[in-house]
């Protein structure tokens, strides 16, 4: 498997990761009963639970991209050693960027998600 193929993979765990974070500050948060019934009047997740959520849909929202650009780069045959990095850049920036959302630190988290978004460009880049 190459390099980007395993920081996908690693991506998918560590988006799997993330839902069960925010399962479980969501549970501690309202509850089982709240969580497991139509959830139509659901509080508003704030604190822990409510960065944690937010910090999983932004990993899903990125990993179609993420996962697309790498995918296409395998199919096409221009998985490089530009594309290897740009996947590494992804997956340490989104780790970090989980931590740092998880922690609070509003603009450092933004730092850590443009450093995401680098690494999706240098796999662009060599696919254009």
Not at 67 to 85: F, Q, S
């Amino acid at each position: 498997m190459t390099p980007d193929l395993n920081y996908l993979l690693m991506s998918v765990v560590l988006t799997f990761v993330q839902v069960l974070i925010a399962a479980v500050a969501a549970n501690q948060a309202v509850g089982l009963t709240a969580l497991a019934g139509n959830r139509d009047d659901l509080p508003v997740l704030t604190g822990l639970a409510g960065r944690a959520r937010r910090a999983h849909l932004n990993m899903i929202e990125n990993m179609v991209l993420f996962a697309a650009l790498v995918l296409i780069a395998a199919v096409a045959g221009k998985a490089n050693a530009t594309t290897a990095m740009g996947a590494l850049v992804f997956f340490w920036a989104r780790l970090a960027y989980a931590v740092i959302y998880l922690l609070g630190v509003p603009w450092l988290r933004t730092a850590a998600w443009f450093v995401s978004v680098i690494g999706m460009v240098m796999i662009a880049c060599q696919l254009l």
